[in-house]
């Protein structure tokens, strides 16, 4: 290596290696300060108490060959806290090929129903034939292998008394096999995210719901929606271009189980960045419809957040231009060659083998650094896939 290094590479270096920090620490670290200190002046409490009457929902749940977890889903939403004339379970089934559409007809006399799709299309496609389908004021939209605690329902269902709220999403609590699994980094990171969701419901409206569970006003719910695209995400875009707000209920929890290993997570990062992309760019036009502070939050806690991803493999570079001046960035780019091997044996560990804990953490960073960038570039060709590939979950 050289003794030192020029000006004009020390410039070089410093910006390569600090735009991606910088991003990184605005976004989060001083994205949810700043939510915290607005949430202390504006706050709009949701409402606690229940109804009068529950208004009547219906529950819809596309599928694709689920016939694994098809059953137990359905007695889970049969057994929660809601009253029985007043709700609806609809199963979508997106042309499964195994016994899924057979498990749910074995349900009809209990009033679920079950529609088919004719070919498979993906997600979005079965929530729009669902449009034909549904009853009542409110949608609940729900995944088949997450469970719903008993008293969600309602949490999620009584926010809706307040007129101005347009959609509602629930607290996703990341469980699973911690013995077993080389994932399970992965629930750091969900129980930040519900933090932050939290802290924007405080400010007014949070700028993307859980695909898992959440819900929508029928009349928000009535839109077709491009099939390539993701609907969950676009649905608080939506309710806010409506003049609603959307919010996140800390009381309505739903279990959702890990992916089995870091590679599955992987997948299911490059696909669901990738279509937050593509569907941020469709509904560009809504972001500046809830004034500036809805504008800056969809731009700092999604845009900013993906666009880390897209500079960050960079940080080593500039570490490598500037390691022949500083000691301190010699250490560092130490630190990062060694956290890229222990975050690739983590990807090589065998499936369904617990890795040791150190390899945990570089697992899920190097996994979703690089995930995240295959996502800017599948979203910049406009890679679209609407058919869906379900993840597996526990």
Known sequence: MLD???????????????????????SYMVYPAIMWVVGRFRSYPLPKE????WPEITITLPVYNEERAIAATIEALLALDYPVDRRHILVVSDASTDRTDEIVGGFASRGVRLVRLPVRAGKTAAENAALLHVKGEIIVNTDATIRILPGALKALVRVF??????????????VGDASHEGNYAESGYVGYEMWVR????????????????????????????????????ASALIAVERGYRAVSVDDAVCLVPRTKSLKSEYRRKIRTMTRGLETLWYKRAAIFKGGPLFAFQVLTHKLIRWLVFLPLPLVPIGLLILAPTYPWARWSLYAAILGTLLGIAAFAWPDGKRPPRILG?????VGSTVAGFIAWIKALQGELNPVWEPTRRN
Request: proline fraction near 7%; charged fraction near 20%; hydrophobic fraction near 40%.
């Open 4 to 26: 030192n290094i020029t000006d004009s590479s020390r410039i070089e270096g410093e910006f390569i290696l600090l735009f991606p920090i910088v991003l990184l620490v605005f």
């Open 50 to 53: 229940d109804p009068p009457e």
């Open 161 to 174: 008394q307040d007129p101005k709220i347009g959609l509602a999403s629930g607290h996703d609590t990341s």
């Open 198 to 233: 939290s802290l924007e419901t405080r400010t007014g409206s949070i700028v993307g719901a859980s695909g898992c569970f959440y819900a929508n006003r029928r009349e928000l719910f009535d839109i077709l929606f491009p099939s390539a695209l993701s609907r969950d995400f």
């Open 361 to 365: 953490i570089p697992g899920f960073v």
